[in-house]
């Protein structure tokens, strides 16, 4: 089994910045790939960026995203990273770090092995 665990979030004005940080723990050389998951009050949850763990070039992210957050990895590759820069209100949300053995789709959150218990960001304008 594989756990997750979020720190990083707060409280900022908007045009600030932040890095989200997820530690993975137990088998997790399992896992082929990881990445971040976002859900505001009232809305569905949201898949904003993923990575594989061993191919720094295979990274994705939301359209709504692109320019703004920067997703990296630990050289241990046990933690997990999302630099989120120029944070608007609609950033605000509960961010939730992910892991799957297999596949990271963007679009889709139910197909997760792993899921953290998430970390709030609040974004003031």
């Known amino acids: 089994r594989v756990q997750l665990v979020e720190s990083g979030g707060g409280s900022v004005q908007a045009g600030g910045s932040l890095r989200l940080s997820c530690a993975a723990s137990g088998y997790t050389s399992r896992l082929n790939c990881m990445g971040w998951f976002r859900q505001a009050p009232g809305k569905e949850r949201e898949g904003v960026a993923v990575?594989?763990?061993?191919?720094?070039?295979?990274?994705r992210y939301a359209d709504s995203v692109k320019g703004r957050f920067t997703i990296s990895q630990g050289e241990d590759k046990d933690t997990l990273y999302l630099r989120i820069d120029d944070l608007k209100p609609e950033d605000s949300a509960m961010y939730y770090c992910?892991?799957?053995?297999?596949?990271?789709?963007?679009?889709?959150?139910?197909?997760?092995?792993?899921w953290g218990q998430g970390t709030a960001v609040t974004v003031s304008s």
């Open positions: 992910v892991a799957d053995r297999t596949f990271c789709p963007l679009t889709r959150s139910d197909t997760y092995d792993y």
């Open positions: 990575r594989n763990r061993d191919n720094d070039d295979w990274t």
